[in-house]
Nanobody, 127 residues
Framework: QVQLVESGGGLVQAGGSLRLSCAASGHTFSTYAMGWFRQAPGKEREFVAAISWNGERPYYAESVKGRFTISRGNARNTVYLQMNSLKPEDTAVYYC????????????????????WGQGTQVTVSS
């Protein structure tokens, strides 16, 4: 079992920045990729970004490319999402997720491949 705890959400004006963090604990000696997803009110949960176990392969949704950066801590059990140039349409609950991998350079963009999920953190961008 892997437990995931997100932090860093909040309220920000359009054009501002936030940094989300996700700390993993528990069965963390296996290799796993991590990702961020979000769900806005009345919408389905969608992929935002993911990163491989070795931290060298990031993946981004088209809607956040060039504005968001995903990274992994040196200890590999923490993942960050730096969000810049935020827009009102980025308002959502952001979820951290993890899935086991055999390849250290792969991360899934499909939420159904993820094994563990955090509770979510609210990000609200005002116009």
């Amino acid at each position: 079992q892997v437990q995931l705890v997100e932090s860093g959400g909040g309220l920000v004006q359009a054009g501002g920045s936030l940094r989300l963090s996700c700390a993993a604990s528990g069965h963390t000696f296996s290799t796993y990729a991590m990702g961020w997803f979000r769900q806005a009110p009345g919408k389905e949960r969608e992929f935002v970004a993911a990163i491989s176990w070795n931290g060298e392969r990031p993946y981004y949704a088209e809607s956040v490319k060039g504005r968001f950066t995903i990274s992994r801590g040196n200890a590999r059990n923490t993942v960050y999402l730096q969000m810049n140039s935020l827009k009102p349409e980025d308002t959502a609950v952001y979820y951290c997720a993890a899935h086991y991998v055999l390849s250290t350079t792969y991360a899934a963009t499909d939420q159904y491949q993820y094994d563990y999920w955090g509770q979510g953190t609210q990000v609200t961008v005002s116009s």
